[in-house]
């Protein structure tokens, strides 16, 4: 029978050593920002695939014959950029790279913006902080474009699984102690 005891620890084990294996993916992601990045550009490549394979083979199933062929052709300029990123996956960095400079600096123009409206409620200092930051990353990015496609992506999927398995790991760690103050711990 499992118990409670049995099923929280398996529980922290686990996501101890899976916050590990998110840590070190990070440390290599930024050891090798460009095979990271390379990388997301294939699986980028392979589900714009799929997804184009999807939509032209399901795009007649609709009202209009107008409709049917717009999807068609979507489906077919998917499975063209999908298979463009998998050729081509150093230009396909740098492209979703430019895509990433602009999604931050839009993000953190928002996060300013509404930053604002929350400093009443509590918030807002810290949402105004990381929109400066996201344009500021943006910027840094976009400034230093085309370049920055050999590490942009890599680096920042590596911060992101790093800063992951901290939290993670942050969590196993609470509750093997939960355990441990609950007199449970083995």
């Not at 070190?24 to 095979?35: E, T």
């Not at 400034?143 to 942050?170: C, D, E, H, R, Y």
Request: glycine share 12%; proline share 2%; aromatic share 10%.
């Amino acid at each position: 029978m499992i118990t409670f005891q049995t099923s929280l620890q398996n529980a922290s084990n686990k996501i101890i050593v899976f916050s590990i294996i998110l840590i070190g993916l990070g440390i290599l992601s930024i050891l090798s920002p460009a095979f990271t990045g390379a990388a997301i550009a294939v699986i980028i490549g392979i589900l714009f695939i799929v997804a184009g394979a999807l939509r032209t083979t399901f795009s007649f199933i609709t009202f209009s014959w107008n409709s049917a062929f717009l999807r068609f052709l979507f489906g077919i300029v998917m499975l063209i950029v999908g298979i463009w990123l998998i050729i081509n996956p150093n230009m396909g960095m740098v492209t979703l790279t430019l895509i990433l400079a602009i999604m931050f600096i839009v993000d953190g123009v928002s996060e300013i913006s509404f930053s604002s409206f929350l400093k009443p409620v509590g918030g807002g200092g810290t949402m105004l902080i990381t929109g400066i930051l996201d344009v500021l990353l943006g910027l840094v990015i976009w400034i230093q474009w085309p370049a920055s496609g050999a590490w942009a992506i890599g680096v920042i999927v590596g911060i992101k699984l790093i800063t992951n398995g901290i939290s993670l790991l942050a969590l196993g760690i609470i509750g093997k102690k939960e355990l441990k103050l609950l007199g449970l711990d083995e």
